[in-house]
């Protein structure tokens, strides 16, 4: 089974029961530490995984560009390889929060509930930063320094942007109310549009946290605590709707789905040219198995390997045959060939494609 190529350190508190698995992931630059007042009274409750982002803490640094959409692949590959398996309960402070909301936005079917602590929102960089002083922003951008820069910091609020949909999960939002540097005004906008992020679930809650400045699990770690808590309580532990389907189905729905939307190397007369990693990471979600690739003369070709048996959708682009040798790649390898708004349109247009068809 394939896993990362690098070591994510990360560490298992508490046992494995009817609850969901609560994931904590760090604000920019943080590591697992972050989260020590909170998680042990938590981990009575259930299982808890603390880990390092890529490059930070304990964990060795990945090649793959530090955005949010590599960072959610990367953190999925750890869990399917220590066996962690959903649903989740995602619990995400400031950055962190970026890739929790991306994770559910790709993923709603494995998480059960999302906490999100003074999470940093999508439209930061257009609507907030302006109302700050100078001083403040040129602070803000030197401290992109310890995993990305700040452009690929934009890229992920970008990722979380394009990749916004409504799914029914359980969501908290805690904002902190008492922000060093924030004037009246910055502050009031702080606190709307940490509530904007509510549009996004149809079962959400707002809590102020009226004592506390960015790192609320510090300055009120019991409110924090006690809202994960409540969400392991209440989350909705049943998975949305599966989509099962047979090859042939599948098949049929991806050649309707491919455009020049999700490659644009797209056209009539070869409606598979360029869609083999995209098509890679919609099965994958569709049948589950393992991605492989093969290097040909126009660079890496994706396909799935499903119980031992490898199935390449996109072989019609090709006009000559070819050796397959089968590595075992992964999704992060598989995005590094596409990219998330095709992605997610062709998983769309495949789920229709298939419902329309009567397959389930």
């Keep these: 089974m394939n896993s990362v190529s690098f070591h994510l350190d990360c560490k298992l508190y508490g046992k494995l029961n009817e609850s969901p698995t609560v994931i904590m992931d760090a604000g920019y630059g943080d590591y697992s530490k972050a989260w020590e007042s909170i998680y042990p009274p938590i981990s009575n409750l259930t299982q808890v995984l603390l880990y390092d982002r890529a490059g930070l803490g304990k964990s060795e640094r990945s090649s793959n560009p530090r955005t949010s959409l590599f960072m959610v692949e990367e953190l999925r590959e750890l869990l399917k390889s220590k066996n962690v398996l959903p ?12 890739n929790m909301r991306l994770f559910n936005n790709m993923y709603p079917q494995e998480v059960a509930g999302l906490v999100l602590i003074d999470s940093t929102p999508e439209g930061y960089s257009q609507r907030f930063l ?3 002083s100078k001083e403040f922003k040129e602070a803000y951008n030197k401290q992109f320094t310890l995993e990305g820069d700040l452009q690929e910091f934009m890229e992920s609020l970008e990722q979380l ?6 799914t029914d999960t359980p969501t908290i939002v805690v904002a902190a109310v008492k922000k060093a540097h924030y004037s009246i005004e910055s502050q009031f906008l702080w606190n709307r549009m940490q509530e904007e992020i509510l ?40 998975s949305n709707e599966q989509i099962i389907t047979d090859i042939d189905t599948l098949l049929k729905a991806l050649s309707e789905s491919w455009s020049i939307s999700t490659s644009s190397k797209w056209s009539l007369e070869n409606p598979a040219k360029g869609q ?5 990471l919609v099965v994958q979600d ?9 290097f ?3 660079g890496w070709h994706f396909c799935n390997m499903l119980n031992g048996i490898r199935y390449d959708f996109t072989v019609s682009q090709f006009e000559n045959e070819f050796l ?14 596409t990219s998330l708004i095709q992605y997610l349109t062709l998983k769309e247009n495949v789920l229709k494609a298939i419902k329309a068809g009567g397959g389930k």
């Design 324 to 337: 397959y040798t089968d590595i075992f790649s992964n999704r992060a390898e598989a995005f590094q060939d």
């Design 130 to 132: 302006p109302t700050m």
């Design 296 to 298: 040909t003369q126009e």
């Design 276 to 280: 083999c990693g995209v098509t890679s």
């Design 87 to 98: 649903p989740y309960i995602l619990v995400g402070h400031s950055s962190g929060g970026v």
């Design 199 to 238: 549009r996004f679930t149809t079962n959400g809650q707002f809590i102020h946290a009226e004592n506390s400045a960015h790192y609320i699990q510090n300055d009120e770690p019991n409110l924090v605590i006690n809202t994960i808590e409540k969400m392991i309580s209440q989350a909705n532990v049943s």
């Design 286 to 294: 569709l049948l589950g198995g393992e991605i492989v690739k093969t």
């Design 161 to 166: 942007h394009i990749s916004n949909r409504v």
